[in-house]
């Protein structure tokens, strides 16, 4: 049987704001059918013990996925004027459903937003804009009218689990982000930098079964790049392990 990946998604409101959904891009679902799962959608829900411990036993493995800008408040800051307004459900619901992901040893994957959560709710801190860090380039966020477009490199780092993965030093990718790692988490390591001006693009877990986290967006890139669809072949393998 295919092992049952969660994907978080996000809220979105009727033009006439009488309703929100709850929505999801169907290319985090595809590269998940792709690679062998089975894409269960998690709605944001009440961040109560309970529930989040019922849908992890409802699920092998969890994407995070990306969306909106995570509240600086979650890190100990004030919000920049260059912050977006964050969607504080959203967030408090993710963040603790990646905390109780810590500590089962869930086989987890981020994804541009989804790699912030996870470093926020480790215990780490972000850079609230682009231009909060000196020598940074501003390439990392691709057209919205073609956000498959490869706008920058990638370098991956030896002795990292996502070099194993990739199989590959380095890799063009497509992005689309003005927030990022500041401060690392405990426990983590860098996997992968931006090969142009040195920006964390990627994180992991040296010592969980698998939490691998990226700042690109590989779900927009797997179709043509197999060290792309690799990202959610590993993720599903891990899955899979954990449902034996």
């Known amino acids: 049987m295919r092992p049952r990946v969660g994907i978080t998604s996000w809220h979105r409101n009727d033009k006439d704001g009488l309703e929100r959904w709850e929505a999801i891009r169907d290319t985090y ?12 959608i998690l709605p944001i829900a009440d961040d109560e013990p309970d529930l989040i411990a ?10 995070f996925t990306g969306g909106e800008d995570v509240a600086p408040a979650y890190y100990g800051e004030a919000q920049d004027e260059r912050c977006q307004e964050p969607d504080r459900e959203r967030d408090l619901f993710e963040i603790h ?3 109780a992901a810590l500590s089962k040893r869930t086989p987890v994957l981020g994804i541009c937003r989804g790699l912030q959560v996870l470093n926020v709710a480790a215990g780490g801190t972000l850079y609230q804009d682009i231009e909060c860090r000196p020598g940074t380039m501003g390439y990392h966020a691709a057209d919205s009218a073609n956000r498959q477009k490869l706008v920058h490199a990638v370098h991956i ?7 194993s993965i990739m199989g590959v030093a380095e890799s063009r990718v497509t992005s689309t982000h003005h927030q990022f790692v500041k401060d690392l988490a405990p426990g983590f390591r860098v996997s992968a930098e931006s090969q142009e001006d040195g920006i964390v693009e990627g994180i992991e877990r040296p010592d969980h079964p698998f939490l691998v986290a990226v700042q690109w967006h590989p779900e927009r890139m797997y179709r043509d790049h197999a060290e792309h669809l690799a990202l959610f072949q590993s ?10």
């Open 29 to 40: 679902t595809g590269a998940i059918h792709a690679a062998g799962g089975v894409p269960l």
């Open 54 to 63: 019922s849908y992890l036993g409802a699920v092998d493995g969890v994407l």
């Open 97 to 99: 459903l990646a905390r």
């Open 157 to 163: 780092l030896a002795g990292t689990r996502l070099h």
């Open 235 to 244: 993720l599903v393998a891990a899955a899979r392990v954990a449902r034996a």
